[in-house]
């Protein structure tokens, strides 16, 4: 049986993020605008190294906590790296890629909750 993915394991995935110093995350609730999915975490990591630390802990953190992972896209490039948690779309950007793609604006309909946009 699937557990019911929540805002709280939400949550729980943009601390596996943050663990790893991810910066400008947003925790986007979907579930009111597209049946697609319910929420995408989009973050930033500064290097292809950071984008991978920042992965890998998503990655690891969610096999030990029984979170399925279904998909992973960009983990090679590191540019842009799309982890599919189903309920859940985790997107690790570098800057640039992020600031061109603007998935924000995409989706600014959404309920946004923000984390480490503490300034730098």
């Keep these: 049986m699937t557990k019911k993915i929540t805002k709280t394991t939400a ?7 943050l663990e790893k110093k991810a910066f ?3 925790l986007m609730d979907l579930r009111k605008i597209t049946p697609v999915t319910d929420f995408f975490i989009v973050c930033s990591g500064n290097t292809d190294v950071h ?16 979170i399925p992972v279904y998909n992973v896209e960009g983990y090679e490039s590191r ?5 599919d948690l189903i309920e859940i779309v985790v997107h690790i950007f570098q800057p640039e890629i992020r600031s061109y793609y603007q998935l924000e604006r995409l ?7 923000y984390f480490g946009y503490e300034d730098e």
């Excluded at 949550?11 to 993020?17: E, L």
């Excluded at 989706?107 to 909750?113: E, F, H, I, P």
């Design 11 to 17: 949550k729980k995935v943009v601390r596996f993020a």
């Design 24 to 26: 400008r995350v947003d």
């Design 51 to 66: 984008v991978k630390a920042i992965a890998d802990s998503v990655l690891d953190n969610c096999k030990k906590d029984e």
């Design 79 to 83: 540019r842009w790296v799309l982890i």
């Design 107 to 113: 989706w600014g309909d959404a309920s946004t909750d």
